[in-house]
């Protein structure tokens, strides 16, 4: 460790702390807009700037390393005019309709300005730029008028992703925020997973907001109007009314969408089941058949868009299985449609999901089972958590209510869908008791549990090793990719999530500001409501829910049937 002091008070820190770190052991938080711990490292914003004694000039505490001895002051006059100044920079070139901003009440640019007192926000007056919003993609708009320059954004898609279609373009009050030669991103090989909306600190990047839509059709006296909810949005949306991250809200967003006026309130939890039976009945047909190996999960609809884009040469390897969300549209408007005796053309098939790559997952081809879409409109958790404010529902007063049936009906291999491994894992649960037609000792395969990136494990079954890797961020997907693409690799199956730790931290997901992203674990906290829920559950693998057996003794035959492949299965494209 090495001694420094801070405001006048000595402390030991661990050697090589920057001093932001620091700070926070003497239980003082600096505040930060650009700072994304191992991801955006930059010193950009000088909101975090600090005063140390022998140094000229302040210094971004973010970046600058302690040392012994060393004084440093985080609140002194001079400190706190600078902040001020470099908000009151900030805005005179920031669009500042903060009334009715997607972002007011969490945006981190307006807390400072509260925080530091930043009373004229006209000080500096003068010049502003004026963007076009890019709208060209089906998930998401980019607002460079309300841009504050931080790179969040830029780095989570270069290092997380590995996509990098963001960057700065231009130099000096003309530098931007945007595609290489100011293409839309709509034309880039952008995979919409949203995590640079989850960064944004400001109302620059949000998700397209379908709600106005999802009110029509509320509203509109022809049409049966379902709505589905992901398994992982349960374990966030509670976020929203000002609940601990980790919460599970599953009984009240039930009652908040049936007071929202939806006629039945279904769960994706159900088509998770589904997706199970299917891949890993493709699975074992693949293994038993010489079929090309690893499968690879398909429900991701950011990783199948990376894998489209990256390794078009590898898309075989892909479960041929429509992700759970268009499987539950797909039933619905066959299935439940003819049992029900509806009309597939008058419902609406609403999907409320952590995720905003769903949003162009509905509109992808061969998503239309029924002749129509599968999905009609798809939310995200914020837009969800908007409208239950917009009708004034009291969220947090609300009674615990349960799903409708039968699509309803869950087990608990599918509501850890919504975490890293838990697909890889709810399929072990139904492929090995398929393979060895014996019940297992516990249904529980820790070995693919954990927020890390990439994990692996080999389990031994019916006379062979199944090697199996989960990966979660596209950057961790293309390592394993490229272990395949050059033979190295010797997988069975493989699990990809787009985003990092699955999509409990999804780009819909409720937006935690920089200081909680670099001190809290939410992937983990959030994961860890899903897999409580998962183990106070009496059914736990999918073979084993009752809804789904009858789904198939009513109308799908078996897994891999015929009728299964032509509503729940679909294709690719190079
Ligand atoms: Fe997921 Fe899904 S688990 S992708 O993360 O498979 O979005 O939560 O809904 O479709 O079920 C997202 C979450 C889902 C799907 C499921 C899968």
């Known amino acids: 460790t090495v001694n420094v002091k801070i405001n006048g008070i000595s402390i030991d820190v661990p050697k090589g702390s920057t001093i932001l770190e620091a700070a926070r052991l003497a239980h003082i938080e600096i505040p930060t807009l650009c700072y994304l711990k191992e991801i955006n490292e930059i ?27 060393m004084e440093i002051y985080t609140n002194t006059p001079k400190v706190l005019a600078s902040r001020r100044k470099t908000l009151e920079l900030i805005l005179s070139n920031h669009d500042r309709k903060c009334l009715s901003c997607v972002r007011s009440g969490n945006c981190e640019l307006q807390k400072l300005c509260r925080d530091l007192k930043v009373e004229d926000e006209s000080t500096y007056d003068g010049l502003r730029t004026k963007y076009e919003l890019d709208t060209s993609s089906a998930h998401m708009v980019r607002d460079n008028n309300k841009c504050i320059l931080c790179r969040r ?9 590995g996509v990098g279609v963001i960057g700065a373009n231009e130099r000096g009050f003309d530098t931007n925020i945007a595609c290489a030669f100011d293409m839309g991103l709509g034309e880039t090989s952008c995979v919409s997973c949203g995590q640079c909306i989850a960064v944004c600190p400001t109302g620059a990047l949000y998700e397209k907001d379908n709600t106005d839509q999802v009110f029509a059709a509320l509203n509109d006296p022809e049409k049966y109007v379902i709505v589905q909810t992901a398994p992982a949005v ?72 990376y894998c489209e884009h990256y ?14 969300q268009q499987m539950f549209g797909a ?18 098939m609403v999907s409320v999901m952590p995720c905003t790559a769903k949003k162009f997952e509905i509109g992808r081809d061969h998503q239309n089972a029924a002749g129509v879409p599968d999905v009609d409109i798809a939310i995200t958790t914020r837009e969800l958590a908007r409208m239950i404010d917009r009708v004034g529902l009291n969220f947090l007063s609300l009674p615990d209510e349960e799903f409708d049936d039968p699509l309803g009906r869950s087990t608990g291999a599918a509501v850890i869908f919504g975490t890293t491994g838990g697909v890889m894992e709810a399929a072990l649960r139904t492929a090995v008791e398929t393979l060895t037609k014996e019940e297992l ?19 031994h079954v019916a ?40 999509c409990v931290n999804g780009g819909g997901q409720p937006q935690q500001p920089g200081y909680v992203r670099n001190t809290v674990d939410i992937k983990a906290l959030r994961a860890k409501a899903l897999y409580d829920i998962d183990s106070s559950m009496t059914i736990r693998k999918s073979h084993e829910n009752p809804a789904i057996k009858q789904l198939y003794d009513e109308f799908l035959g078996k897994p891999g049937s015929h009728k299964a492949h032509d509503i729940l299965h679909t294709s690719y494209v190079k």
């Not at 000088?46 to 001895?69: N, Q, T, W």
């Not at 390794?311 to 759970?324: A, E, N």
């Not at 000792?441 to 389990?459: L, N, W």
Request: hydrophobic letters at 40%; charged letters at 20%.
């Open 43 to 69: 010193g950009a914003c000088r909101i975090c700037v600090v005063e140390v004694k022998g140094a000229r000039s302040l210094v971004a505490s973010c970046v600058y390393p302690v040392s012994d001895g």
């Open 153 to 161: 954004c830029v780095a989570v898609c270069e290092k997380t992703q």
């Open 234 to 305: 349960r374990a966030a949306l509670g976020e929203e009314f000002g609940l601990p991250i980790g919460t599970n809200v599953q009984g009240k967003m039930v009652a908040a969408l049936r007071r929202l006026g939806f006629d039945k309130v279904f769960d994706t939890d159900f088509a998770a089941d589904l997706t199970i039976m299917e891949e890993a009945n493709e699975f074992i047909d693949r293994v038993k058949n010489g079929g090309v190996l690893p499968l690879i999960t398909s429900c991701s609809p950011g990783w199948i868009k």
């Open 311 to 324: 390794y078009p040469d590898l898309l075989d390897h892909l479960s041929s299985c429509k992700s759970p």
């Open 331 to 348: 039933i619905t408007k066959t299935y439940y449609a003819q049992k029900m005796g509806l009309d597939p053309k008058n419902i609406v």
């Open 441 to 459: 000792p516990s249904p529980d395969f820790v070995e693919v549990r954990g927020t890390q990136g990439i994990k692996k494990a080999t389990y």
């Open 463 to 502: 006379g062979m090793d199944i090697n199996v890797a989960v990966a979660s961020g596209l950057s961790n997907a293309k390592i394993l990719m490229d272990e395949i693409r050059s033979g190295k690799a010797n997988y069975h199956f493989i699990e990809i999530m787009g985003c990092p730790g699955g």
